[in-house]
């Protein structure tokens, strides 16, 4: 029989797995199982890496155009509302879990990154979108709407979540506009990450360290806990999107999924990265985020708004066709 947790803790569940590449439908039977599987185990919440559904693009840092697999993943992304969002919603609902899911977006044959946090009524209480594509992903992926900052959600059983995709973790304003909304369970999405080449020339930013590195500066600055959430991907996957010769994701592997604490500390054990599985943690949302925040508050008595501030340009509901009213004498 499983003991109740006390009313401040939080169970969470950090996925590291394979999606069903370019296949919509799949994917989704697949997030439901995983959903299914972490409530079953007590989770309160889970989450998903960048991209999720129907994988990353992994074939852009090997050609930059490829239009077949291109058609094929703008078929295969996921449109919100529909029915397949519906079905995720309506799983989370079920297995009263909250659920941060990171999707290939599809409006109207043009895609974006995108997040949704969904609480554990199937309500989706924030959907955004990436404020940049990185590098190769603009190829497919276009830039963020307004919805950008739409970062941070409060959720029933989870406390307070916010999320950014990749390499947003690199945006210093963009994160600080998530820190001053006070998170206390950060979601940081990520696609399959690989160990540094050390005598290469790859970026180390981009490797599997160098995103960990960011994970715990997160916590630290936010002194929130970080759900480093990273996908795996297989030899099916690399055969299909012909990427053994690309840059990165040429080999089976990337899954480096972790849980950090408010200071920063690393408190899940790691998974291989070549192996898919679930990380669970019994978080505090009260003393560990108070100590970190007694010692250095970016956004309360470890700052001077008075010397420096943040300024955010809220342009909701951007129109691509946009009437002006007619003025009297016209």
Same mark, same amino acid.
């Given at each position: ?69 291109? &058609? ?138 160098? &995103? ?17 959430? &990273? ?37 899940? &054990? ?61």
């Amino acid at each position: 029989m499983q003991v109740p947790l006390p009313a401040t803790t939080v169970r969470v569940a950090v996925t590291q797995a394979e999606p069903v590449w370019l296949d919509l439908d799949a994917t989704v039977a697949k997030t439901c199982a995983l959903i299914a599987e972490a409530a079953q185990n007590g989770a309160q919440l889970i989450s998903f890496p960048e991209c999720w559904i129907p994988g990353y693009p992994a074939w852009i840092w090997t050609r930059p155009v490829d239009m077949t697999l291109t &058609t094929q993943y703008i078929q295969n992304s996921l449109t919100v509302p529909s029915p397949q969002m519906r079905t995720i919603q309506d799983c989370a609902a079920q297995n009263q879990i909250a659920v941060v899911l990171g999707f290939s977006e599809h409006i109207h044959h043009s895609l974006y990154i995108a997040q949704a946090i969904i609480d554990s009524d199937g309500t989706i209480l924030a959907h955004r979108k990436k404020l940049k594509p990185t590098h190769m992903e603009r190829t497919i992926f276009g830039d963020s709407w307004g919805d950008c900052l739409d970062s941070v959600a409060d959720t029933t059983a989870a406390g307070r979540v916010g999320a950014l995709s990749c390499w947003e973790h690199l945006q210093p304003l963009l994160k600080y506009h998530a820190y001053a909304q006070r998170e206390q369970i950060h979601v940081a999405a990520w696609p399959p990450l690989f160990e540094a080449d050390e005598g290469g020339d790859a970026l180390f930013s981009m490797s599997k360290e160098g &995103t960990i590195a960011l994970a715990r500066t997160y916590a630290i600055e936010s002194q929130s806990y970080v759900l480093h959430t &990273t996908a795996v991907i297989g030899p099916t996957a690399i055969e299909k999107m012909q990427t053994s010769t690309g840059a990165i994701m040429n080999t089976p592997g990337g899954g480096s999924s972790a849980i950090f604490g408010p200071d920063g500390r690393m408190l899940s &054990t790691p998974i291989p990265s070549t192996e898919e599985g679930m990380l669970y943690a019994d978080l505090d949302l009260q003393g560990p985020i108070q100590k970190a925040r007694a010692f250095v508050d970016v956004c309360g008595h470890y700052s001077r708004p008075d010397l420096l501030w943040l300024g955010v340009e809220r342009r909701e509901g951007r129109q691509h066709v946009r009437e002006r009213a007619k003025q009297r004498g016209e």
